[in-house]
């Protein structure tokens, strides 16, 4: 059987790289999406947890777009006074109360995030440093910039101020290494936001009373208190409607090899009546020659498939690193992926082979043998 499968293989050679194609798209796109897709969220993960917060104190307005702007280090033009720090931290329960400025400057000419803050934030970022002297800057912003150590840097926007660098951070992977941190005093003198604050996390003393302390918190005036948690959930709750609508568009591309391979095996079961005819006539039986179309079909299937593996992966490697919500999202991949994608491919086969091996099935070799 397998002889006849490469035979024809060989004859109509365009045919069959165009349904190995059909195939790879789908199976490639379906790659990719489950590979991005499972790295977005790890990021989102990564760099949510990574605040370090119980609670996340923001101003008034959609708590999402708030922390998405104060992971991306951009201003969200609303503002927590400053003058309210005090009384958070004397809300019972409140360990730690980090007050956080951020906001776009220009770091030796180069546009960047500015954060500012306070000694705490080294309780809640595991830098490995003893104090928050001068600028502490990302490695992203050191290659960018080709910093280092020592170096002075000139950070201006509505002021300017010139800070050594006393710490370039070992890689993160996340968001800390795109920014330049400094005092909280330095980042509003610069950013034009004297008392202001951005955020303020907030790390509780007992963490299963954090949601007492999270209402005491919000009948604050001019805050909202947000987990985290909440945060993540609702990010990913957004995230899955643009997942559905990639998810539509892989499944357009898979129908599209289905019936890109169903066209192939129809064509071929017209083309070769002549073969299926003499192989009727020497003894096959129909189940013989549907299991003949059947695992032509699946065949291909995999073939195409495997190229869609290697496809799919290629591509994640060159396609831009940030995701929708502005983060770096490295593609993660898992051998689970590539089980579903060969598994789409091998019922991708199965499916378009059932219509053209049950019509050659039911080939008559005496009525097919006359008609040559």
Known sequence: MSWIIFANARKRKVRVAMTVGGI?????????????????????????????AHILLL??????????????GSDAFEHIPAELLPDIRAVDNVALAVPVVVGKAKVNGQLSSVYGTTQEIL???????????????????????????????????????????????????????TFVFVALSVAQQVLGLADRLSAVLIRTEVVTESTRTQYTLAR????????????????????????????????????????????????????????????RALGSTKFNVFKLFVTESLLLSLVGGVVGLIAGYVATLFLPKTSGFGLEATPQFSPIYVVICLIVAILVGVASSLYPAMSAARTQPIKTLREL
């Not at 798209?25 to 370090?52: C, H, K, P, Q, Y």
């Not at 708590?63 to 998405?68: A, I, S």
């Not at 600028?135 to 912003?141: K, M």
Request: hydrophobic share 50%.
């Open 24 to 52: 790879a798209i789908g199976v490639a796109t379906l790659f990719a999406l489950l590979s991005l897709s499972a790295g977005i969220e790890n990021a989102l993960d990564r760099e949510i947890s990574g605040m370090g």
């Open 59 to 72: 101003p008034e307005g959609c708590p999402y777009e708030l922390t998405l702007a104060l992971m991306q």
């Open 123 to 177: 309780q809640v970022r595991q830098w490995g440093i003893d104090a928050l002297e001068g600028a502490v800057i990302g490695s992203d912003v050191a290659e960018k910039l080709g910093l280092a150590v020592g170096d002075i840097v000139t950070i201006s926007l509505y002021t300017s101020v010139e800070l050594p660098i006393t710490h370039v951070l070992d890689r993160t992977y996340g968001r800390d290494d």
């Open 220 to 279: 604050m005036s001019d805050i909202q208190a947000v987990p985290p948690s909440d945060i993540f959930e609702r990010l990913m709750e957004l995230f899955a409607s643009i997942k559905q609508t990639l998810i539509l568009i892989t499944g357009i591309a898979i129908v599209a090899g289905v019936m890109t391979t169903m066209n192939t095996m129809t064509m071929a079961v017209f083309e070769r009546k002549k073969e299926i005819g003499i192989l």
